[in-house]
C-alpha cells in the first residue's frame, strides 16, 4: 500500500557531509510524522530524528548541531543533511512514516528498506 524508497547512503571520510533522502509512493490520504533511524551493526535501532506535520523536530542527543531533518509535503519526501560527520555515526539508516492510506482506518507506521553510511578514512 506504501512504499518508500531511500536514497543517498555511501562511504564518507570524517567531517564530511550526506544527505538521505525517503520518498513515500502509493494509496497515501496523510502523513503524519516522518523520522529517521539507524542501526549499527550489534546495536539495537535508535532514534536520529523526527519530523512531526506541525510543531518542533525532535533529534537524538549524538546528533544535535550535526544533522538537520526536513520535508517536502507536496512530495511526500523526507530528507536527512548530515554535516561533520564521524566514525560512530556508520549504521544502516531507516526511514519511517506514519501513514493514512485509503485502506486504514488510522495511522500506520511504514519502514524503508535501510541505507548504508558509512564514515570512514
Known amino acids: 500500500q506504501v512504499q518508500l524508497v531511500e536514497s543517498g547512503g555511501g562511504l564518507v571520510q570524517p567531517g564530511g557531509s550526506l544527505r538521505l533522502s525517503c520518498a513515500a509512493s502509493g494509496s497515501i490520504l496523510s502523513i503524519n510524522s516522518m523520522g529517521w533511524y539507524r542501526q549499527a551493526p550489534g546495536k539495537e535501532r535508535e532514534l536520529v530524528a523526527v519530523i512531526p506535520s506541525g510543531g518542533s523536530t525532535n533529534y537524538a542527543d549524538s546528533v544535535k548541531g550535526r544533522f538537520t531533518i526536513s520535508r517536502d509535503n507536496a512530495k511526500n519526501r523526507v530528507y536527512l543533511q548530515m554535516n561533520s560527520l564521524k566514525p560512530e555515526d556508520t549504521a544502516v539508516y531507516y526511514c519511517?512514516?506514519?501513514?493514512?492510506?485509503?485502506?486504514?482506518?488510522?495511522?500506520?507506521?511504514?519502514w524503508g528498506q535501510g541505507t548504508q553510511v558509512t564514515v570512514s578514512s
Open positions: 519511517n512514516v506514519n501513514v493514512h492510506t485509503y485502506y486504514d482506518s488510522g495511522y500506520k507506521s511504514y
